[in-house]
């Protein structure tokens, strides 16, 4: 299998996804601006969110994705839908339970998360949070398909998934909101109304392609049958995998609602202009980090279950020389070139301001500095993941958690909203850099040589990439000018500096052709 098509073609339908989310924000920007409302919907879709991230692709995937590949690796595809069917009813029951708590409390959640948000905000929060929260089990069932589909190296379907969320939620803000407002109601409402109906659109889909695989789960509806799934082995596995985990994706979460909680008392549209900055952040992490992550961590655990050392270790090489070739210049970007984005992209009509642009900016150039690290920790973690070692991801999360809430303290009092986003890559940056030395200290990882002048090359094209963009950066006036010439300028100084960026690589004589050519053995 050649690792970069398949890279390739995830890295493309995710890309496909954030430019569909993108388009989302588009419209919460042109339809509700930046405001205490907007704050609201971001509170209120975080919380199943987080719990998504916390129980679904988060813990779960770490736990179940390297599991189900070893077993089938070591017992075969008829074991393997045992395995599946006892998770698939275990998960089916606790998320019932889950969606029923969160349901009820729905104003404790809320206080957890946006205890800045007052008056109508608050109350629209909670009354947006009851009506997602069974996303999480949609999303849930979706992680669990996506496990199996990727390990049946079937990496289309879950990449492309997401833009069913997005094109839902976007046609239910464009189509409800109006008329949910001439009623009275807050239109901000038709946001959560598409985000359920793109969770079960999601689980839609896949549920097809399970059934071509053979792999449809059988999901146990009587306590006997939950209780023969509750003591399988391989349940008993990936729960045990899963605390350490959970733990560690829950102190993630933790950072998370602590920085909602700081954004929201911070004034009102600061928790939205650190969103759309995190979503614009998400261009280069689903070019190369997503995509990257999922096509390696079942490769990365058969490497492991068939004791191909120096496989393994190829494999996150070539990973991270992919994450540097590709999120150097993009890291330098967000830095040099942000207002002119959030410009183009966000600033129409007049409910987002230059106010709002240049606070969204400055969000955007906080992500840039922790970009290389939130792109190698996709590479990093899964090796650690694959060798089923989740303890270590934990204890480095633990530290960096205290070291961003440190940073915080920091930095919003001087920077505001961007101090948020600034504290959160630097955290990325320390996270990389400690997964990098774990490896290495394990053995599991062994630098190929090459590195110094690959490095060197990355550097020197990046640079004069920059001069480029600084320039037009500072000589234009993104903010005043119209429209559409905005976005034509937009579309040819992108496409000038990939041009000079790949082609002083090739000036350079940097061998793109053997990064491509690397296969899965």
């Not at 961590?297 to 990973?319: C, H, R, V, Y």
Request: aromatic share 8%; net charge positive; hydrophobic share 60%.
């Amino acid at each position: 299998m050649n690792l970069l098509r398949a890279a390739g073609s995830v890295s493309a339908l995710t890309l496909v996804s954030r430019i569909t989310g993108l388009m989302r924000e588009q419209m919460v920007s042109i339809l509700f601006g930046a405001n205490a409302l907007t704050d609201a919907f971001l509170v209120a879709f975080r919380i199943p969110n987080m719990l998504r991230r916390l129980f679904a692709e988060g813990a779960f995937s770490q736990a179940f994705v390297p599991a189900l590949a070893a077993e089938r690796a070591a017992q075969g595809d008829e074991a393997t839908h045992r395995l599946v069917d006892a998770t698939a009813t275990v998960l089916v029951w606790a998320l019932l339970g889950v969606c029923v708590l969160g349901v009820l409390g729905a104003p404790l959640l809320v206080w957890l998360m946006g205890g800045g948000l007052k008056g109508e905000a608050r109350l629209a929060a909670i009354d947006m949070t009851r009506w997602m929260f069974p996303y999480i089990g949609c999303m849930s069932l979706v992680a669990l398909s996506a496990g199996i589909l990727n390990t049946w190296k079937r990496f289309a379907l879950p990449a492309f998934t997401p833009v069913l969320l997005n094109v839902a939620v976007i046609a239910c803000g464009w189509g409800l909101a109006g008329p949910l407002e001439a009623r009275g109601w807050p239109g901000i409402y038709a946001m959560a109304v598409g985000v359920m109906v793109g969770g079960l659109l999601q689980l839609g889909v896949q549920l097809p392609a399970l059934k071509r695989l053979g792999m449809l789960p059988r999901i146990a509806l009587r306590p006997a049958g939950l209780r023969a799934a509750w003591v399988h082995a391989g349940v008993r596995k990936i729960l045990a995998l899963m605390a350490p985990a959970l733990l560690g994706v829950g102190v993630a979460q933790l950072s998370l609602i602590i920085n909602t909680q700081i954004a929201t008392h911070i004034g009102p549209g600061a928790a939205t202009w650190v969103s759309l900055a995190d979503r614009l952040m998400e261009f280069p992490i689903a070019l190369a980090g997503v995509a990257l992550g999922v096509v390696l961590t079942p490769l990365l655990s058969a490497a492991k279950t068939n004791g191909q050392g120096a496989e393994f270790s190829g494999l996150i090489d070539w990973g991270l020389r992919l994450v540097l070739l590709l999120g150097l210049p993009c890291a330098l970007a967000m830095g040099l070139f942000a207002e002119p984005l959030v410009a183009v992209l966000y600033h129409y009509g007049d409910k987002f301001s230059a106010a709002d642009v240049a606070q969204t900016a400055h969000a955007v150039q906080g992500y840039g500095i922790g970009l290389l690290g939130l792109l190698a920790i996709k590479i990093l973690a899964p090796g650690f993941f694959a060798r089923q070692d989740t303890r270590t991801p934990v204890r480095i999360a633990v530290v960096v958690l205290v070291f961003t809430q440190l940073m915080n303290a920091v930095w919003v009092p001087i920077l505001g909203a961007s101090g948020l986003a600034l504290s959160i890559g630097l955290g990325a940056l320390l996270n990389a850099v400690w997964l990098l030395i774990g490896l290495r200290r394990a053995g599991a990882y062994q630098p190929a040589p090459g590195w110094l002048g690959f490095g060197l090359r990355l550097l020197l094209a990046t640079a004069g990439m920059g001069l480029l963009l600084g320039a037009l950066a500072w000589q234009l006036d993104w903010i005043g000018m119209s429209k559409w010439l905005r976005v034509g300028w937009m579309a040819g100084s992108l496409a000038g500096a990939g041009l000079l960026y790949f082609g002083l690589l090739w000036m350079l004589r940097l061998n793109l052709r053997e990064l491509m050519a690397r296969r899965a053995s």
